[in-house]
């Protein structure tokens, strides 16, 4: 029984310790709390960075009560204590020693020489090889060192000759000229090779959309599918059906309340996105992306705009599984009139985090420009009194989630988390909910400068039934939503008053706590056990 006590103390001494550290751990994290000082560094591991540049952004937080030294010269902070300080670097170790109040810290950032690039050529097959598109929507360029040449994206099951390999860019190049992704191709036997599902290119022109059939013997064959009153064609969606290349043509909504939208809250879960100076002891991209995806839903929906939300709870959906589940959506027959990615920026290491600010957008098919325009102003200016910053146009990139063919889509940045700056702006009470309703209000304003154009012009061209033409191998159909809208006032510019900060150690807090809430559930748990023992113990005695 003496041993059994003994060891029952002991295991209580050991949980209880367990729960101090904990407790003493949540506190130590928190900057409140942190009386002392404190030093975060979250690029570094182990205190150490490697990295290949010249100069490095150092990127951190620290207690704003005390000023930051960095190797004796002391160094400027936001009012939160977020810093990012540009440096040259020497070939080799760097030493830097951090101090903040009574904590110091010791960051060895390694540059090493980058190894010399030596271009590999590109290999031309002899032997006929061929592929087919593994999934729905992959990426196809005219220059495998240039993402902006984008050729049409692919629909599933597309079939084409490889003609040559470009091993330095992971690409095959095919038999019209254009590369493709090797990952994004599965490779066929010539034996069992058929030619059907032929590589195609859709272009959107003026009054028709033009399918161009590219052969394995170089020729090429276009058709024209006309496209039905005056109102804005918005997009295709393009799809094999026994061989047949099915087009649907995708018109833009004339009423606000028909109109769909997709929004998509970037990465989430165990893919915490972008870090800000805190790490992830602050707010991360992914809590962000998230309150500004619930917010600009809510505007459209209050607006009477029908929501295809993305990942609008914090859970891990990476970008591959979202563009098969948008995909099985279509398929399905559920179209958006308008997607939008929403993600926080940053930059690579070697970048001075101080010297670029405010919202971007970045679209993918050349379609998109205007709609992505349209909606990047209305952002830009609804902000720009609470976060200054320079104007940037919309920008031409190859995104996954950018390359949605039925109606225009984006991928929207709204500001630079690597920037301390603006990082302290981004986490304020109110400006994501200003971000939202700014992006919701661009979207609404777009899809009304359509419904305008399609009231002046008429009614909506009737909805009518694929009609497959053996000939040319493509049917067509189209879609659209019908009836009529006036403009309505409804974009008003109101200021957003009390910014307060947020809290940036909301995860160190939550960590802490489950930790200490843990230990001290274990403890209730065993003395429960103990207590349970002993009445049985006692009863036994009795009989």
């Known amino acids: 029984m003496k041993n059994r006590f003994f060891l029952r103390c002991v295991l209580l001494l050991i ?58 010269e002391e160094m400027p902070t936001t009012v939160s204590g977020y810093f990012s300080v540009y440096v040259e670097l020497q070939v080799g170790d760097n030493v830097f020693v951090l101090e903040n109040g009574e904590i110091s810290t010791e960051l060895v950032v390694t540059r090493e020489t980058p190894k010399p690039f030596t271009p590999t050529p590109v290999v031309y097959f002899e032997e006929p090889l061929y592929g087919k598109a593994a999934s729905n929507n992959i990426s196809r360029f005219y220059d495998g060192n240039d993402d902006t040449k984008m050729g049409t994206p692919l629909a599933k099951d597309t079939n084409f000759r490889i003609i040559a390999e470009d091993s330095d860019n992971e690409m095959y190049i095919i038999h019209d000229g254009s590369y493709v992704f090797k990952s994004n191709v599965t490779l066929v036997k010539a034996g069992e090779f058929a030619a059907e599902n032929r590589l195609y290119s859709v272009e959107l022109q003026e009054e028709s959309a033009e399918i161009t059939f590219h ?14 009153g005056e ?31 997709l929004i998509d809250a970037g990465h989430g879960g165990s893919d915490p996105g972008a870090l800000g100076p805190p790490g992830e002891f602050g707010l991360m991209e992914k809590d962000l992306n998230l309150q500004v995806a619930r917010k600009t839903a809510e505007y459209l929906e209050s607006h009477g705009v029908t ?19 948008i995909y099985e959506s279509l398929l399905s027959g559920e179209f958006a009139d308008l997607s939008v990615s929403i993600h926080a920026n940053s930059m690579p290491m ?40 320079e104007f940037k146009a919309a920008i031409n990139r190859n995104f996954a989630l950018a390359r949605y063919t039925p109606s225009p889509s984006m991928l929207f940045e709204m500001g630079f988390v690597c920037n301390p700056h603006e990082y302290e702006i981004l986490i304020t009470d109110g400006y994501l909910d200003l971000m939202g309703e700014a992006l919701g209000e661009g979207i609404v304003k777009y899809l009304l400068i359509n419904a305008q154009t399609a009231s002046e012009n008429g009614e909506n061209p009737s909805e009518t039934e694929a009609a497959a033409t053996t000939v040319s191998g493509v049917s067509e159909s189209t879609t659209e939503n019908s009836a009529t809208s006036e403009m309505s006032e409804i974009f008003e510019n109101d200021e957003i008053a009390g910014i307060t900060a947020i809290n940036a150690n909301r995860s160190t807090i939550q960590v802490g706590d489950v930790a200490g809430a843990v230990s001290v559930g274990f403890i209730t748990l065993y003395f429960i056990y103990g207590y349970i023992k002993q009445r049985k113990s006692k009863k036994a005695k009795k009989f």
């Open 307 to 325: 929501v295809i939300s993305l990942a609008l709870d914090d859970e891990t959906f990476w970008a591959v599984d979202r563009v098969e589940h």
């Open 215 to 228: 052969n394995f013997d170089g020729t090429d064959e276009s058709f024209s599918i006309p496209y039905e």
């Open 15 to 72: 949980c209880a310790a367990f729960a101090l550290v904990n407790a003493a751990f949540a506190n130590q994290q928190t900057a409140d709390n942190f009386e002392n000082g404190f030093i975060i560094l979250p690029h570094a591991k182990n205190g150490e960075i490697k990295i290949t540049r010249a100069q490095i952004s150092l990127l951190g937080a620290c207690n704003p009560g005390f000023p930051l030294y960095i190797n004796g």
């Open 350 to 389: 070697g970048s001075d985090f101080t010297r670029e600010n405010g919202p971007l957008m970045f679209y993918t098919m050349g379609s998109s420009e205007s709609a992505a325009n349209i909606i990047l102003e209305n952002v830009s200016q609804r902000v720009s009194g609470v976060s200054p910053h």
């Open 231 to 261: 109102q804005p064609v918005a997009g295709y969606f393009a799809e094999f059906s026994q061989g047949e290349l099915a087009v649907t043509l995708r018109y833009a909504p004339s009423v606000l309340e028909n109109a769909v939208v």
